[in-house]
């Protein structure tokens, strides 16, 4: 008889061939717990598709600061931005045309990127839900407009980090409009300055918004340096 399940015959007969059948049998069992291991896996049971939605939390929160055709200062919230290039050092944001911000950077082909701390999160938010075309913002908010000596724009005295970018290039995505900005200049107050001479999130406390609704959230803390931390698997 020679029936698998009954797990005898196939062992039965000479040792070599009670060798070779307790190899292959080995090996089966092997191979099916490993598949049945991957397919259990509950992580990837658990996903769900969301389709295909602009969802890539967390984002920044800029604002980005222009002169409208009369010269005004302006700013307005933005969070489709990133860092773009190196050589030459480069920034995008990426704006819808019905933005008043739009006709003010193709106007004066610059813009200002200025990084909020925590202590600037309403003004942040209210730089985002209404438009320059019906309210001065800087104004409204208190927040005081320094003319840029570099670029065509201004930018935020209370923001501890800006940066001064002519624009290079437009790309014509879709709905949104993506402005390439060569960045001239770096701006940042002292105090939020680390050992290195780089901008240190503990001092500055930028944040970020979670796309989805949920809102502005301050940075955590520091979870550690990229060597140490890819260390863990070169050991």
Known sequence: ??????????IEGSPKMKSRSIVILALLVTVTAGFVIFAADPAAAEKKSLGAKTIAPPAPAWLICTYDAEGKP??????????????PPCVTISLREATYTFGNIKEHEAYTVNIPSDKLAAATAYAGVVSGRDTDKFADTGLTAVKS???????????????????IKTVELGLHTMFIGEIIDVKA???????????????????????????????????????????????
Request: hydrophobic share 35%.
């Open 149 to 167: 000596e570099l670029v065509d724009a201004p930018y935020i005295e209370e923001c501890e980090l800006v940066i001064e970018c002519r624009l």
């Open 74 to 87: 302006n700013m307005m919230t933005a969070s489709w931005v990133g860092m773009a290039c190196s050589k």
């Open 189 to 235: 107050n002292e105090e939020i300055l680390g050992e290195n001479g780089s901008p240190d999130p503990a001092k500055h406390k930028p944040f970020i918004w979670s796309i989805g609704g949920y809102g502005f959230y301050g940075l955590g803390g520091r979870i550690g340096g990229v060597g140490e931390l890819a260390d863990k698997f070169r050991e």
């Open 1 to 10: 008889m020679n029936d698998f399940s009954e797990g005898t015959s196939i």
